[in-house]
Structure formats: structure tokens, C-alpha cells
């Protein structure tokens, strides 16, 4: 399934992401920098984007940190921004 679905085989979807109307919520762990950097980019290019870095987490989210994640989202679907995590 990773095949046809990974990062590395699906088409760009850049160019469209400033048309996407809705709210979008992009979260990464600190220690991930390459998806860090590619949730900022991707928040940054939807017009209601946010992004929450989850700090002392990495790649795998859910499992690393349920309980940051679980917060962040919450908070995001209740109309917020995300949790702030302090520096």
C-alpha cells in the first residue's frame, strides 16, 4: 500500500493548496525536522493553515507523544489554534 501512497510517490499538490477554503492543522514533532519544515510550508501556503510543533517529539507522533497530540487537536477543533507548547 506504501508503494502507491508514500511521500515520494504521489503527484505535487503545492500549487493547489492556496485554493483549499477550509482550515487545515499541520502538527510535527521538533525532532523531525524534514516534516517540521514541510508543515510550516504547508500552513503557510493554505489560507487558514496553523501549525503546532510538539516539542521532545519526532516522526512518530501518536505514538511518541498521544497525549500532546490529543491536546493540539482538541484545541484546534474547538475552534483554537493549537496548543502552545513553550520554547
Known sequence: CLEKWGSGCLE???DGLGDYPGRALFVSGA????YTGIAR???AAVPHGDCVVVPAAGH???SECPRGLARVVSDWLA???GVAFPP
Not at 525532532?31 to 524534514?34: E, F, G, I, N
Open 60 to 62: 512518530r507522533l501518536p
Open 41 to 43: 510550508r504547508m500552513a
Open 31 to 34: 525532532l523531525d525536522l524534514k
Open 12 to 14: 505535487p499538490l503545492w
Open 79 to 81: 475552534g483554537g489554534a
